[in-house]
C-alpha cells in the first residue's frame, strides 16, 4: 500500500475551482472510542472554556456550512477571514461536528494542517485520530492514506495505538481485509511494536465485521509467533457467535477445552451467548446454572445474557427470577441488567414495573445510572408528543446526554406522528450538537416526508444526503423512484390531457406487444 503525499492534494485543493466541499467486555477492546475521547478531551476541563470554544467551533461549523457549495479557495478565503485562534480542543470540537459529513470536516483540516496565515498552531495526535475516524467512516481511504502519510513525514510520534486501531477497525468495517491485515505489519514503519496485544486487536476487528473465517487462519498461522492465550481464543470463539454459526462455535469451544489453555468466564459467556441466539436457550441456562455449582460464578455480562434471552422468549418471570437471585450471589448489577429487563417489559406494556425499575436505577446511580438507551426505551413506548418531554427532561435531570441514536428515534417518532414542526427542531439541534445528521437520520427524514404526502420535502433531503457523500440504502433508493414517478403523474394530470391519453395508449400497446412475444417465445 502506498500513501500518497498530502501535499498533493493541498496543491491540488488550491486550483480545483468547482471542488465540493458483541459480547467481548470492554477491557478486550484494547484501544477504545471512549477511552480516544477521554484522552482527548482532557486539555481543558472548565466550563469557561468549553464555553467559548463551543461557541467557536458553532462559528466555524456555521461558516462551513454557509460556503458548502463553494470550492476550496473560496472556503479557505472565508476561514482565513474568520480570525480564529487555533487549538486542538477547537479543531476536535469542529471535526467530531462533522462527524458524518466528510468533505467540510476534511476540508477545515487540509486548512488547519497547513499553519498558514502566521499560524504556530499545527494539529496533534487527538485530531489526526479524529479525521481518520470520521473519514475511513465515509470509506474515503485515498484520503486516509494522505492523512497517514502526512502523519509519517512529520515524524513527531503522531501515530499511536489509537491511530491503529482506528485504521484497521475502519478497514474491517468496509471490508478490506487485506489491508486491515497489512495495515498490522506496518506498525513497525510507524514505530510501534509487532506485538500481541496489536495482533489481538487486529482478530478483534475481523471479527466484529464477520471476517471470522479469515481472523480464524491469521489466528493458526500466528501461534508459532505469537502466544496465543486463552483471551484470543475468546475473540475467535466470540466472532463465529457474532456471525451466527453454533456449528463454528461449537467446533471452536471443543477445540478450546482440548487444549492446554483452561477456559474463563468469558470463554463461558460467549458460548451462553451463542447457544442463547442459536434458540438453544434451555441448553444455555443449563451451562449456566452448571458455573455455579462448579464454583465458577457467572458474572454480570454472563447473567445479563441469560436474563436477555429469557425475556426474549416472554419468559420474564424467570428473568426476573434471575434479577433478583443476583443480588443473593453478590453478582452486582449494571445498567445493562436493567436495560433488558425495561427493553422487554416496554414491549408489553407494564408501565408501573418500567418505572420501578427505573426509580431504583437512579436512587442506585454509579453503573446502574440509566443511559441513553435507557430512556430510548422509554420514549420508544411513548403514544403521542406529549409523553415526550417528561423523558428528556428526566433525562437531562439525571445527567444523561443525547446520543445521535436518541435524536434518530425522536425523529421516527415525531414524523411517525406527522409532527414534521418538532422533526425539524430536533433536526436542528442534533445539527447544533454535532451528534447528526448521519445516514440514518435522512433516511428517516425521507421515508417520513414520503408517507406525509411531502414528496418535494423529500428529494430535498435525499439531494442534499448524496451531496454529502452518505450512501442511501437500496429502499431509500426504490422510493425516490418512486417519487419521481408520482411527480411526473401529477405535471401530466395538470398538463394536457390529449398527451396522457396518448402515453396511456402507448403504454397499453408496448405490454401488448411483450405478450405476444413471450407467447411466440
Known amino acids: 500500500m502506498q500513501f500518497r503525499t498530502l501535499s498533493f492534494i493541498l496543491s491540488r485543493s488550491r486550483i480545483t475551482k468547482h471542488t465540493p466541499l458483541i459480547l467481548i467486555p470492554q477491557n478486550y477492546q484494547f484501544t477504545t472510542r471512549r477511552r480516544f475521547n477521554q484522552e482527548c478531551d482532557n486539555v481543558n476541563t472548565s466550563s469557561s472554556a468549553h464555553s467559548f470554544i463551543d461557541n467557536q467551533a458553532i462559528k466555524i461549523q456555521t461558516l462551513l456550512k454557509t460556503n458548502q457549495n463553494q470550492n476550496v479557495y473560496e472556503i479557505e478565503r ?40 502566521g499560524r504556530d498552531y499545527l494539529p496533534g495526535t487527538c485530531a489526526y485520530n479524529e479525521i481518520l475516524d470520521v473519514l475511513g467512516k465515509m470509506k474515503r481511504f485515498d484520503e486516509v492514506h494522505q492523512v497517514l502519510d502526512e502523519m509519517f513525514e512529520r515524524k513527531k510520534g503522531l501515530f499511536n495505538e489509537i491511530t ?18 497489512e495495515f498490522f505489519y506496518r506498525r513497525e514503519q510507524f514505530g510501534l511494536r ?16 464477520k471476517h471470522v473465517e479469515a481472523a480464524e487462519f491469521l489466528f493458526h498461522s500466528k501461534q508459532k509467533e505469537f502466544r496465543m492465550d486463552i483471551k484470543t481464543r475468546n475473540i475467535i470463539l ?28 468469558f470463554t463461558y459467556g460467549i458460548f451462553i451467548n451463542s447457544l442463547s441466539k442459536a434458540g438453544k436457550l434451555s441448553t444455555a ?3 449456566f446454572r452448571a458455573m455455579w455449582e462448579k464454583g465458577c460464578d457467572p458474572d454480570v455480562a454472563i447473567c445479563n445474557c441469560i436474563i436477555d434471552g429469557l425475556c426474549f422468549k416472554k419468559r420474564i418471570p424467570e428473568a426476573i427470577a434471575i434479577f433478583e437471585e443476583m443480588n443473593d450471589r453478590d453478582c452486582l448489577r449494571d ?42 426505551y422509554l420514549l420508544s413506548s ?32 415525531f414524523m411517525e406522528w406527522g409532527n414534521e414542526e418538532r422533526a425539524k427542531s430536533t433536526w436542528d439541534e442534533m445539527e447544533r450538537s454535532g451528534l447528526g445528521p448521519d445516514q440514518r437520520s435522512y433516511t428517516i427524514m425521507v421515508h417520513g416526508l414520503f408517507d406525509n404526502g411531502k414528496l418535494k420535502s423529500a428529494l430535498q433531503y435525499f439531494n442534499e444526503m448524496t451531496l454529502k457523500g452518505l450512501v442511501p440504502e437500496p ?46 417465445r
Open 194 to 209: 509487532l506485538d500481541l496485544i496489536a495482533f489481538q486487536t487486529l482478530l478483534l476487528a475481523l471479527c466484529r465485521y
Open 238 to 265: 466470540n466472532g463465529w457467535c457474532v456471525v451466527g454459526s453454533l456449528r463454528e462455535a461449537k467446533r471452536f469451544w471443543n477445540d478450546i477445552i482440548t487444549s492446554k489453555c483452561k477456559p474463563d468466564k
Open 335 to 376: 445498567v445493562a441488567t436493567y436495560n433488558s429487563l425495561i427493553k422487554h417489559i416496554c414491549k408489553i406494556g407494564r408501565m408501573e414495573k418500567v418505572y420501578e425499575l427505573l426509580d431504583d436505577m437512579e436512587q442506585k446511580g454509579g453503573i446502574c445510572s440509566p443511559n441513553a438507551r435507557t430512556y430510548g
Open 475 to 520: 429502499r431509500t433508493k426504490l422510493l425516490v423512484n418512486a417519487i419521481h414517478i408520482k411527480l411526473q403523474d401529477r405535471k401530466n394530470e395538470s398538463g394536457d390531457v390529449g398527451d396522457v391519453m396518448n402515453k396511456i395508449s402507448s403504454l397499453i400497446a408496448s405490454r401488448k406487444d411483450r405478450k405476444k412475444n413471450r407467447k411466440a
Open 285 to 287: 441456562v443449563k451451562l
Open 78 to 117: 472565508a476561514l482565513n477571514h474568520s480570525q480564529i485562534s487555533l487549538s486542538e480542543d477547537l479543531v476536535l470540537n469542529v471535526l467530531k461536528r462533522h462527524r458524518s459529513d466528510w468533505k467540510p470536516a476534511y476540508a477545515f483540516f487540509i486548512w488547519v494542517s497547513r499553519g498558514e496565515e
Open 382 to 413: 411513548t403514544k403521542k408528543p406529549e409523553d415526550v418531554q417528561p423523558i428528556l427532561e428526566r433525562m437531562e435531570r439525571n445527567g444523561c446526554k443525547m446520543t445521535s441514536d436518541v435524536f434518530n428515534l425522536l425523529l421516527r417518532l
Open 164 to 181: 491503529y486501531r482506528i485504521v484497521v477497525n475502519r478497514y474491517a468495517a468496509a471490508h478490506r481485509v487485506d489491508e486491515a491485515t
